[in-house]
Each structure stands twice: as structure tokens, then as C-alpha cells.
């Protein structure tokens, strides 16, 4: 089929080994760790190795980073008005990843409304408590 095609290939292969451009690779020499593709379905490790060699992640891996992300931006910030932005963004995303992974509830990653609630409500307590 692409006999004319492999032959070109195996030529610059063997051109390239004449030149010494395999003299110096990384791992030279060391026997290659297996990759533990275990809890990937048997049918989807082709099409996983492929994406992981181009760099390119699942939606739900990219999601899942930009939720670690936008949490680390939200621990730093002060402002209260900005971090009710960053909060609704964080729960957005939230939303989303639970949505597209389909997992069951238990499972799902709780929305981040706990925080602000204790805030705001130990924020009114100090007010009554000034007032009285």
C-alpha cells in the first residue's frame, strides 16, 4: 500500500542514525517505564496515547485545572466584591464538570457556598452584637 512511502521513511531513519541524531536522546540506553493505562477502557488507550503525545487534555482534565486554578485565585483575594465574582465563576465551572462527568451525586464536586454563608453570618452576628 505505502511501499514507496515506507522506504523513504526507512531511508531518512537510517540516515539520520549514519549522522549521530540518536546518539544523545534522553533515556538513552535505559529501558522505557510502561505507562499504567489500567483505568482507561481497553478501547480508548490508542486514542489517550495519542492526545497525551500532541499534549492535549480531556475537557474534563482542562476543566478540572481551571477549577484548582480559579480556587487558588479565589484563597488570595481581599475584596469582597471580587471574590463574589470569582465565587460565582468557581461554581459556574463546578456546575459544568459535574454536569459533563455524570456522576452520581455523592461523587459530584460541592459548589463553594459554605464559605461565604459562615462569613456572612458571622458578619451579622458581630453587628448585632454592636448594637446591642
Known sequence: MFFGFERIVEERILAAQRNGEFDNLEGAGKPLQPEDMSRV???LRMAYKILK???CLPPEVELQKEIITTEKMLSGL???QERFKVLKKLNFLIIKFN???NRSIPFEIPQKYEETLV????SGREAEKQEK
Request: proline fraction near 6%; aromatic fraction near 0%; hydrophobic fraction near 20%.
Open 99 to 101: 454536569t459533563m462527568t
Open 78 to 80: 481581599k475584596d469582597t
Open 41 to 43: 477502557p481497553h478501547e
Open 119 to 122: 462569613e456572612r453570618m458571622s
Open 53 to 55: 503525545n500532541a499534549d
